[in-house]
């Protein structure tokens, strides 16, 4: 057979396409490296979207199940008024709220709470609808996340079937946590956690600050919303919202005695002991007594109150009003809550 190359032309044959070979595999992996940066390179796959990288979808679990977002929800809906308070406090985006009876003790005339009714109106959120939930109306605003309370009188858990067809539907407890710990999950759900942060550490100082400022009346004391119209008093307890934030600035909550039973007209909730009849003034054993959803006309009416005049907290001239907003903590409300607190027993 004919020899078409000598042994040595042959070697640089092979040696000059093994050099071909090289440059253009480093000249594709430099056309790479260009249009990607070294953090993706090494972590990220070729196919990753942005906002997986960013850490969605996320999952919440609630107590209809776990809820998953695959993006960060635009379109907010919330159906509590109670928590669209906390929603714009982490500055989530609000397409429409619920709203409460109008120009009430609490309420502006869009059926805001007055807490917050200057933020809503410079965010420029309008109530879907007056106290009865409307799904046709929470519809038309195009929502991408519906929130739901789970209790409360602002619920709309009867028509969570039909939101849930809507568009993802969020029930959240806020009757059992702070309004901080409600302001943590709405945050991680919603991708505005640093909000929720920076809402947590603006009042965790003013706490701070309060409790350094104050002199605590007489302990224990009753903490509770008093109503004139026969239903007798709801009396907060350690696990409600009021009960948390009394706690941290260094109040201890009465108990009643163990045999006094609350009532369940409300439902079985562990926020709050419903006394009535005889029950209202043998549950009510504080040395003091904290007034929610209150004024100073209110803490005039209950020591009128024949059924307790008798009472410890009564007698002793302890009774204080802790503020008509403060049925429903947030951060505006609970931040109101506190100058109350500080006016009553700034230290002199």
């Avoid at 806020?174 to 947590?200: F, N, P, R």
């Avoid at 005049?309 to 609970?334: I, K, N």
Wanted: hydrophobic share 40%; glycine share 8%.
């Amino acid at each position: 057979m004919k020899k078409l190359f000598s042994f040595p032309v042959l070697c640089g044959l092979l040696i000059a396409a093994a050099l071909i070979f090289v440059v253009s595999v480093r000249s594709c992996s430099t056309q790479y490296s260009a249009s990607q940066p070294a953090s993706a390179q090494a972590a990220v796959p070729a196919d990753a979207s942005p906002t997986a990288q960013q850490g969605w979808p996320r999952t919440l679990q609630t107590p209809k199940g776990p809820l998953t977002l695959q993006k960060p929800p635009e379109r907010i809906v919330s159906t509590s008024v109670t928590i669209t308070g906390t929603l714009l406090a982490i500055n989530a985006p609000l397409a429409g709220s619920g709203g409460t009876s109008r120009n009430s003790t609490v309420s502006d005339d869009q059926g805001f709470f007055t807490q917050w009714s200057a933020v809503a109106k410079k965010a420029n959120l309008k109530p879907l609808y007056i106290t009865e939930p409307n799904a046709e109306a929470i519809a038309a605003a195009a929502p991408d996340l519906i929130v739901i309370a789970a209790t409360g009188g602002d619920s709309a858990l009867k028509l969570y079937d039909q939101l849930s067809a809507i568009a993802p539907t969020l029930v959240i407890d806020y009757g059992d946590k702070s309004w901080q710990q409600l302001a943590v999950q709405l945050g991680e759900i919603t991708g505005h956690e640093q909000d929720a942060s920076a809402a947590i550490n603006r009042f965790e100082q003013r706490v701070q600050a309060v409790k350094q400022n104050i002199t605590l009346p007489p302990q224990p004391v009753s903490a509770l919303v008093y109503y004139e119209d026969g239903r007798g008093v709801n009396l907060w307890t350690p696990a409600s919202a009021q009960g948390k934030l009394l706690s941290e600035l260094g109040f201890t909550l009465a108990i009643p005695p163990a045999g006094v039973q609350g009532g369940t007209s409300m439902g079985k909730r562990n926020d709050v002991i419903q006394l009535a009849g005889e029950n209202m003034a043998a549950g009510l054993a504080g040395n003091s007594m904290l007034l929610f959803s209150a004024d100073d006309d209110t803490v005039t009416r209950v020591r009128a109150n024949p059924f307790l005049e008798h009472l410890t907290s009564v007698t002793s001239g302890q009774v204080y009003a802790m503020g008509p907003d403060t049925f429903r903590l947030d951060y505006y409300s609970a931040s109101n809550m506190l100058d109350s607190i500080e006016r009553h027993f700034k230290s002199r």
